[in-house]
């Protein structure tokens, strides 16, 4: 490896969050945002289960501190468990301090369950709330297909997309509830009260699972990560941070 390529790599190792791998093996990394919500969790537990595919849940410490018993289960179920901020407020509007608490109180609500991997609320980071979640020994994922889960409302366009734009070592997001600066997009009395409507995204990703499961096999993040190359890409948009 010459020197720059090596530099080259090193940059985007610290920088870059993964959004898929190359290569030649038939395998898809499904990833669940903004859990676990006690009614569609298992939704999504028992679909993964029927198709005996593995996934990536990266949850809000927020919400799983109040539920326990169902983060142990995504764990007993062999899907890995990521790091989706404490309470869901984007990152580039935090400061440097607040970004890092974020991910210690998440840590701790999800111990021992919890993987060194982290996704940023909304998918927004700067090139600083980068560098600190790869001191602090995170590495950041992406996705490079977007299922489009918290606007697309018919299930049919979803799986159709989801169906045409796959290929092997890709990441794909999906949403097992949705969160909102911590609480609910549309919110009630419960704190922790779901989206009120996931039955979309829970049809598509089992026409997914069922269209694809004889050529694909669905892994978790860290198991994709041993069945080919990562590649990072430079996500960032500015720091809105006033302090």
Same mark, same amino acid.
């Given at each position: ?7 080259s790599?090193? !940059?985007?190792? @610290? ?11 038939? &395998? ?17 537990l ?13 949850? !809000?410490?927020?919400?799983?501190? @109040?539920?326990?018993?169902? &983060?142990?289960?995504?764990?007993? =179920? ?21 970004? +890092? ?6 840590? +701790?609500?999800?111990?021992?369950? @919890? ?12 090139v600083?709330?980068?560098?600190e ?6 590495? @950041? ?6 299922s ?8 049919? !366009? ?23 600066? =911590?609480?609910p997009?549309? =919110? ?40 080919? +190359? ?14």
């Open positions: 490896m010459s020197l720059q390529s090596f530099l790599t090193s !940059v985007r190792k @610290v920088f870059g969050s993964l959004t898929h791998v190359v290569t030649p093996s038939a &395998v898809l990394a499904l990833t669940f945002d903004d859990g676990p919500d006690p009614e569609n969790t298992p939704k999504v028992a679909l993964l289960e029927k198709y005996q595919a593995r996934g990536t849940f990266f949850v !809000v410490g927020q919400a799983a501190a @109040v539920q326990p018993a169902l &983060v142990q289960r995504i764990a007993a =179920g062999g899907h890995a468990i990521g790091i989706h901020s404490w309470d869901h407020r984007a990152f580039p509007g935090l400061t440097s301090r607040e970004r +890092r608490r974020q991910i210690r109180e998440c840590e +701790r609500a999800l111990r021992p369950y @919890v993987s060194p991997l982290f996704r940023p609320p909304y998918g927004e980071q700067t600083m709330s980068r560098l979640a790869f001191m602090m020994g995170y590495e @950041v994922v992406g996705w490079n297909l977007n489009g889960d918290w606007y697309e409302s018919q299930s049919s !366009v979803m799986g159709k997309y989801l169906l045409e734009m796959v290929s092997p070592g890709g990441i794909v997001l999906f949403h097992d509830t949705l969160y909102d600066k =911590g609480t997009a549309h =919110g009630t009395d419960s704190e922790h009260t779901s989206w009120p409507d996931r039955q979309a995204m829970l049809d598509a990703l089992e026409t997914m699972l069922d269209r694809l499961s004889g050529s694909y096999r669905f892994v978790t993040v860290p198991e994709l990560l041993q069945a080919g +190359r990562p590649r990072r890409s430079f996500w960032f948009k500015p720091s809105l941070a006033t302090a």
